[in-house]
Structures are given as structure tokens and as C-alpha cells.
């Protein structure tokens, strides 16, 4: 409140004893807050349109006026007129041939009647029906006042002098503190809200699912090359260089600099002949081959790169490689339930069974909409065992995807380059009342493990699924944009609460 404000309210009420209505204090644009009794008004004002229609009449009875009366004059075409509004709804106008025409003599524009009136008083006699009508025709819209009842206080006076809040060595030295006045306490007030860093939805799901993956004695993959190459993105997956997904308009490829290191000859030269000649029982696609198209550099497309990567690293042991001079590390899972172990005397072919998992951020040229991004998060996991089946792979999404609170699951053949069988996984949601896709997955191809040196029996399946969508569920959110980028609300990711399945 500024000063003159004050001034205004103290000489009032020295005047007067005390204020019925600060409405009657009118200082220009500046509105009078003195909080003793609150009251509220609503008032209407006038939108733009509602004003023309105060001055000007309504769009009908501006039409109206226009027209000559049935049979005494020529009609006037319609591509003329402005918006006829009610006109033909009030009886006004009709139509005679394919021109517009006046049916009665006299009409009460009773909308601009109601206009003006609100115009003067802020509401008009007709009541609440007229003003919600006008309201829906967008001519008036509510405003909301307040206004406060002040009385003298207690210790009312006319200068103002700030409680003290605290007692300083000056106060007692001086003797000031024997007539101040103090500020009470106010035992009441809620505390300051602590500030601290919130988790965001995203993370939280991430953590949920973690748990999950761990629980079932899986190993977190390392994730942190968002950049591959051509090579392990696609080409050691089998996906042929011809593939649509490898476009331009799919994937976004590094300019600078645009090209990796070559992978390791041996196993380069064997992924490319699977390619091209094909091998371990397949034909291959018998279409060119372009080592360019290995090398480019790509933002990865899916977090099944990053699996390529270990399961390469796993059949190191197979390869007869003593140590991997690959850098990424992870920790065997899932060894004690293998059927490997079973024979594990019988042959050492130094193959191990993993349970791996990783839940990273993948990227795709995409056209941006309310459920799609550019960039987005997979959950991932794959598991490596001696004559692993189907039947495993469905056993397995059942028992991970309860887990995540999904009991009805379904199956659907689908097509992946590297998978064969491939799945695809839908669950039932309640709340949509219909089947949802919900993942991906399959048994990888021999044509990709066989060049990285896995024995014969040992399979591989594997599964990715968007954490996006869950989370999107879970909150209830239905536009990513809410979710992730700047339309973010910060309050509601401190506000919204952990997750569990
Ligand atoms: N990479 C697949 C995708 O992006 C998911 C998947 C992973 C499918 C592993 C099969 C096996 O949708």
C-alpha cells in the first residue's frame, strides 16, 4: 500500500470513526486494501463485441433493418449481408427465393437492451439465465471486485510505527525497549518450505523399474554412448544397410566428426559377410555392402546398440579372447538360475548365461507430437542361456511385466531384423478399457550371434519397451510436452509422488 494509500485511510477513519465501503475512496488507479472485513462483488463488463452490439444494435437486428418487408421489395442476397446472427431463429428474417427478407414490422432487440443495461449497472434486471446466455455468446464476461469494511483498531493512530520484531543490544542500551511496541508471535505460521531438488517423474519410474531388473538378478548395462556407428547400431544387429530406418529422415547422423574408428577387423569382416553372403545357416541379403554406411556416426536409435556392445563382449571368452580390450564393463547377473551351470562340467566353451538391463535415452528424427519426441527413454533387458526357448522369452515378460503391475499380457507376431521370432507385447489398460502396445521383443537372430562367437545353443532373447509411456500412465498424463522440454511444470514434479507398482 502506498503511502498516500495510508495517509487516505488514516485521515478517513480520523474523520469519520471508520470506512463502510473503501469503494468510496477512490484514488486513481490504485485500488484500497485494508484488510478488516473482506466482500466480494461480481460485476459484468462488456467484451468488445458486446460493446458493438450496446451501440450498434445486434448482428440480427442489424441484418433486419437492412431488408425490405415480405412482398415490398426486392430481396437482398445474403453474400451481402454481415452475420445474421438469431434473425432467422428470433422469426425476424425468412427467406424468399434465394434472397433474405423482413417478416415482421417491429422487433425489440432484446440483446442490446440487456448489453446496454449491463453496461450501466454491471447486471441486468433479467437475471442469472440472460447473463450465463451472454456469457456463452462471448458479449459479456465476469469480473470479480472486492471491497473491505475498516474500522479503527485497538491502538489506531494516525502515524504509523513498525512493531519491533527483534530485541538489539541498541534497544536495551538505550532504554528504547521499555516502550516499543513488539510484534507478536505468530505460533501458527506455517514454516518456510524447505527447497530441494525433486526427482523428475521420469527418474522415478526409471528407479522403479530398476528395482524391478535388479530383483530379478539383472545387471545394469553401461549406457553412456549416446553416439555409435553405423556398425554396431545396425550392421552388427543385422539390420541391412538398405534398411528405411537407417535414413536420413529416421536418424540423426554426426557432422562432425562423421565417422568412427574401425571395429575390429576379424569380427567387422564377419559381420559383413552374413551380410552379403550370409552364413550359420542363412543366405544373407546378398545386397551391397558399403563400409562408409558402418563408419557413419549416428545418435543411437535404440539402447539394442548398447546390448550389441556387451553381448559382443560376452562371447569374448568364446572367441578364445583372454582379456576384452572393449572398455565398458558390467557384472554377470543371474548365473545361480542358469541351465548353463548344469553342464558347465561337461564343456567349458567359456560361455557364461547374463541377465542384462539398461533404461537410457535413445533418439529418432521423429515428427514431434503430443506422444512423440526426438528423443525418449527405452528400457532394455536381454538374457543369454544355453537353449533358451519362446516359451522362456513369454514366461519371462509375464513375470517382469506383472511385476510392473501389468497382469494381462498378450502376444503378437512382429518382424525386427535381429530378432526372429519377434513380439510384440500388449498389455490391457483398465482405464482406456482396450489392449495397449506396450513393447517389443525377440529371440536375436544366429546371424548376429553367431559372428560375435556364441556357441551354437546359446540363445538370447531380449526386450525394449518406452519409459515414457509408463510414466505417462502412471501420472496421468496425456501430452509428452507436459512431461519433458519446457512446458514442464516444475511445481508438479516437486509435487508428484513416488511410484510404485
Ligand atoms: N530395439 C527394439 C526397439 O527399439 C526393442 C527390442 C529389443 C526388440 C531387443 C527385440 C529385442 O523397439
Known sequence: MSESIQQLVLDTLNAQGSIADTRSLTIPGESVMILYETHEVISHVLTAEGAQIAHEGSHEARVWSVLPLKGQGEPVNPAQLKKEGRAFKNGWVGKEGAGFVKLVTEIKDVTQLDLKEIEQTGAPAAGEKTLADLRKRKLIVQKKGQWFTVKKGEKFSTSIAKPETDLTAEMLA???????????????????????????PLLKVREEIRNIFLEMGFAEMPTQSFVESGFWCFDALFVPQQHPARDLQDTFYLSDPSHSLPPKEDYYNLVKAVHTEGGYGSIGYRAPWQPEESSKLLLRTHTTASSAHMLYKLAAKCRGEDVDSDDREFTHGGAATSKANDNLAAKDDGFRPAKL????????????????????????????????????????MRVFFSKMGIEQVRFKPAYNPYTEPSLEIFAFHPMLNKWVEVGNSGMFRPEMLEPMGFPKDVRVHGWGLSLERPTMIRYGINNIRTLVGHKTSIENNENSPAVMF
Open 174 to 200: 538505550s532504554g528504547s525497549w521499555k516502550t516499543s511496541t513488539y510484534k507478536k508471535y505468530n505460533f501458527d505460521a506455517e514454516g518456510v518450505p524447505t527447497s530441494g531438488g525433486a526427482l523428475h
Open 357 to 396: 538391463f539398461s533404461i537410457d535415452r535413445v533418439f529418432r528424427n521423429e515428427t514431434m507430437d503430443a506422444t512423440h519426441l526426438a528423443e525418449f527413454h527405452q528400457v532394455e533387458g536381454v538374457v543369454a542361456d544355453r537353449n533358451l526357448t519362446l516359451a522362456d522369452l513369454i514366461g519371462f
